[in-house]
């Protein structure tokens, strides 16, 4: 029977929004008891349990506080205790609870944290082995450590525009390496910090293991930004260069680059990385007297006319499928890949062979139907992983938590209900408005909809 | 002297390219002892992509081996050789992980798939990074960074909704798929301090990607809507606008007052009470964007910056590589490590991608040469005589 590798450690998630739930959600799935510090109070509850959706087809339901979908995909298989850190009690009860877990996860900027008198240091002092991770957007050392962020300006900020952007017209009319800054987008930032958190925590829970030490670890998600680029850096160290902007071309293939395929923004991918390949590609697209122009000879001469070339082979793509252009590729041994829609990527056959979406039931008064969850990009021979159940309803563990654990007595919790501190329900909280996917199409915000998707996802 | 989190833990890193040097790079500065094994003769692809040190192609200068090698010793032996196989099994014994990223087909050939590797050595978690994992319809498809971008479903939302989708940044994906290669890895070591074995970890670097769609994922499965990539449209905050020196990523995020924001931008005509609200912002963002881009040009990116984030707003600003190198935060906690390598000199190289107090983390070892630790690791270690590492030389076998 293979068991879950985190089965005995006890996770305390003080954390909001993106990039240390979702690191809490895969510890989670590890087997982790995970313990979602939840606040009854509206105004300072996880952004994700009130205004980032998507809510059930578009519309909050009567408990909306517990139906976001990003809400239920970076929380699920946690538990949930509600505190209002603001009172002394609270706070008591928070560091009572420190002592009988292993790892605290936090993403408050530094001066929060001291003002709760719950930085690292007087929460070591409860448990001296204690495993915490601080993320914050510039860490807790260092000028500019009091400052907030938020990916969509953390991501520039950590270099990622200097190395992405599309090209633009030059003096002689070709394209050329651009000056606009792009971004990745999709909260870059806040991934690579639960996957860098992911691993710091093992290193550390590893380490615990041998000497008893604890560790803090301090996650500024500018420096993990920067750390993965850090061949961009390299390059201005040692040749002076700063930026690298050129669209999806490569600085050496070609061709390369993203090509229209059928339908309403379509598109795949196609990397020729050598001779063979770009032989394969002519010969794939029933051209191979391609492979015999002298504008195409070599990789220096494609990339020279790669704007020639792209549109031949656009020609091609564009009345094909993008899976169609990848299969024909694949077969032929040429890199190429469909651009995928979430919607594409909740029906792609490699996902749906390797069991990447995991079904997860709420209870029946959540109002969610049973619905695929994003697993993880790693699987074990021998332990188990898997997602452990839905997000937890607001406050469902303040008895568990504060009665069986703590051994907190009736009366109090009572006496801790009265004024609001646990609960099942927002103090204060309404519903957030719903735009009509209509109007969300005309502002930019999605790109189309389907009234009948349920039937275009597999059956779960 | 790196941390000492992982020390005692020994890894053969057979990766090559970016994803297992990423994924073995993280657990040598976490503090594990880590050989890198590259072939004789041709050693980690790496060595043969740009930029290089100087812009002079040389194996030993590729600007990405030395960033992703530091604090490693490299040997070489050749696999599908008998001495070289020898030689790998002799250090597999003594070994804790095994991090590969062969195409599937390509590591089952080499010997090195898990049922081989575990009858060597039962304790040992062998880590498989691919860009799509180990089994399914894609599982030998060619693919590269932008390939595995676009088949993840993240380059979809990548770039300007009324142009093509746009590739990642030095790629990525790979840096996505070792940083989770690292986090399992651990967990396998992990499991196996109560089940005393080791295992398998496969690793599909597009699962990993797709991780990242938590939010357009559950919008088509909660309500059938197909998010896309930013719109153009808005009056431009949280998008990249141009500064006088630059860009900057103005943003109305946060717990201030847009009094605040349009006082810090400092065009009178923003405070109209009619820009106060999002829905306001929205429905004047033409007219608010003109302000804003007026505003902007009075300001170098810095000081918006820090101005900014005095007085509890998130903007961002975009910097180049020059300015990251040189940037006072990165430097005030010692994020830069000196590494002076044999052939390209002494540089700062970027250093560890978190800060652990406590930690005494000095200085890094350069990457190693191309079999730079050969007579080290095949003479001090497996105690080969120096007439022995002659003849192994002479054979190609190292």
Known sequence: ?460 | MPAGLLSGIRVLDLGSGISGPWCAKILADYGAEVIKVEHPGSGDDARRIGPFAADDPNPEKSLTFLYLNTNKKGITLDPSTPTGRKLLNQLLADADVLVENYPPAQSKELGLDYDTLSAINPQLVVTSITPFGQTGPYRDYQATDIVTYALSGLMYHSGDSDKEPLRNVLDQSFYVAGANAAAATQVALFARLTSGEGQYVDVSASECLGGHLVQPLPYYNYMGAIKGRRPVRGAGFDELMPARDGYVAPSVQGSQPWSTVAGLIGVPEMLDEKFSTGAGRIANGEELKELLIKGLSQWDRMPLFLASGEQRLVFGMAQDAGDLVNCPHLQARDFFVEVNHPVVGSAQYPGMAVRLPGETITDSQPAPLLGQHNSEVYGQQLGYSPENLVALRNNNVI
Request: aromatic share 8%.
């Open chain 1, 1 to 460: 029977m293979p068991s879950a590798p985190l089965k005995n450690i006890r996770v305390l998630d003080l954390s909001r929004v993106f990039a240390m739930p979702f690191a809490g959600a895969n510890l989670a799935d590890l087997g982790a008891e995970v313990i979602k510090i939840d606040t009854c109070q509206a105004q300072f509850m996880d952004t994700t349990r009130t205004i980032t959706g998507p809510f059930p087809d578009n519309q909050p339901g009567e408990l909306w506080w517990e139906q976001g979908g990003t809400f239920q995909n970076l929380n699920r298989g946690k538990r949930s205790l509600t505190l209002d850190l603001r009172s002394d009690e609270a706070k008591a009860i928070l560091k009572d609870l420190v002592r009988v877990s292993d790892v605290v996860l936090e993403n408050f900027t530094p001066r929060v944290m001291a003002r709760f008198g719950l930085d690292f240091k007087s929460l070591r002092a409860e448990k001296p082995d204690l495993i915490m991770v601080s993320n914050t957007g510039y860490g807790h050392s260092g000028p500019w450590s009091n400052f907030g962020a938020m990916a969509s300006a953390l991501e520039p900020t950590h270099g990622t525009g200097a190395f992405m952007g599309y090209m633009e017209a030059g003096p002689d009319g070709r394209l050329t390496e651009g000056q606009v800054p792009n971004k990745m987008g999709n909260s870059y930032s806040d991934f690579l910090a639960s996957w860098t958190a992911l691993g710091a925590l093992m290193a550390a829970l590893l380490r615990r293991a041998r000497t008893g030490e604890g560790q803090w670890i301090d996650l500024a998600m500018y420096q993990t930004g920067t750390s993965v680029i850090g061949t961009g850096l390299l390059d201005f160290t040692f040749n002076g260069r700063r930026t690298l902007r050129i669209g999806n071309r490569h600085p050496v293939w070609s061709p390369h680059g993203v090509y229209p395929c059928q339908g309403h923004d379509q598109w795949a991918a196609i990397a020729v990385r050598n001779q063979d390949d770009w032989l394969a590609l002519c010969q794939t697209m029933g051209n191979p007297m391609l492979a015999a122009d002298a504008r195409f000879a070599d990789p220096i001469d494609r990339r020279q006319h790669q704007e020639e070339l792209d549109e031949i082979i656009a020609a091609w793509t564009s009345v094909r499928t993008s899976y169609q252009v990848t299969t024909l590729l694949q077969e032929a041994g040429v890199p190429a890949g469909a651009v995928l829609t979430a919607k594409q990527v909740l029906t792609d056959p490699q996902h749906l062979e390797r069991g990447y979406f995991e079904t997860v039931h709420n209870p029946p008064e959540v109002g969610l139907r049973p619905k695929g969850y994003v697993g993880r990009g790693w699987k074990f021979s021998k332990s188990e992983a898997s997602i452990k159940g839905p997000a937890p309803q607001l406050g469902e563990a303040n008895d568990y938590v504060l009665g069986e654990i703590l051994g907190i007595e009736p009366a109090r919790l009572l006496a801790l209900a009265a004024d609001w501190t646990i609960g099942n329900t927002p103090e204060g909280g309404k519903a957030p408005g719903s735009v009509p996917l209509d109007e969300q199409v005309e502002l930019g915000s999605i790109t189309a909809y389907d009234t009948n998707y349920l039937a275009e996802l597999p059956q779960v």
